[in-house]
């Protein structure tokens, strides 16, 4: 297995600061998330016409692009707003691709109001299914991340069997699962199996009522020894990704001291 962390960490950080870092600390790869404060990446000079320029700089320096965060959710009840965001995502498609990363990671997400379940699957599978077809060319896959009101494998099944196409994959966050529909993570990665193509990593403190509090690892309530050793079993060979979630819990370490933590907990635990 391979080690990234999420930008969610660091959504500050210049790309050039992220790729030093992540250098420096012994990471295989980075999961683009935010840069210098923003999620909206093809905005960016350096991951727009500097892409080829950015990827030297990666290249460079030994890592990969572990994938691309999306913050596009196919959930609307309005068929214009999904096609809104179905562009949207398109554009972190083309990022992934001209970096070499093979995924973008998506959203599904909550059932809204005036939808219902079955219907938000079908629109999810059905952005799925756009966004594979165009990303495929590129070798770049569509990671729908086990998130929101979607977060079981079984659902998660259901939306991939439901797109039917070459190019529809998981960004499994185990975190996520326990927190949403309570499933073993071992329960999980066996029945997902190698649709898993990206591991979001984090130890939490489960507080009930859909309240979490980020921990360092080892320090929370996510088996991350189970999790771990369902990934060997399936011979796991991609990237398990930190998501040190700066972002939405600004309290939290400063990825300074929360990145680190993370390679010495990964050498003695994960590796």
Known sequence: MKISFSTLGSPDWTLVHTLDEAKRLGFDGVELRYIA????????PEL??????????????GLAIAGVGARAHFHFTDAAKRREQIDE??????IAGALGSTGVRLWGDKVQKGGDRDSTLKWISEALWTLADYGRPMGVNMRLETH????????????????????????WDPANVLAGSGEDPVVGAENLGA????????????????KRELTFPGKGDIPLAKIIASLKKLNYQGFVSLEWEKKNF????????????????WEK???
């Open 195 to 210: 649709y898993i193509e990206h591991v979001h990593f984090k130890d939490e403190k489960l507080l009930g009522g859909g």
């Open 89 to 94: 995502a398109k554009k972190n498609a083309d």
């Open 148 to 171: 929101g009101d979607f977060t079981s494998s079984a659902d998660v099944l259901a939306i991939l069997r439901g797109c039917g196409c070459h190019g529809a994959a998981v960004t």
């Open 37 to 44: 404060g923003t999620d909206a990446l093809w905005e960016l």
């Open 250 to 265: 600004p309290n939290v370490a400063e990825p300074e001291v929360a990145y680190p933590d993370f390679i010495q907990w």
């Open 48 to 61: 727009s016409s500097g892409l080829a320029a950015t990827k030297r700089q990666v290249l460079d320096r």
């Open 269 to 271: 635990n994960g590796a």
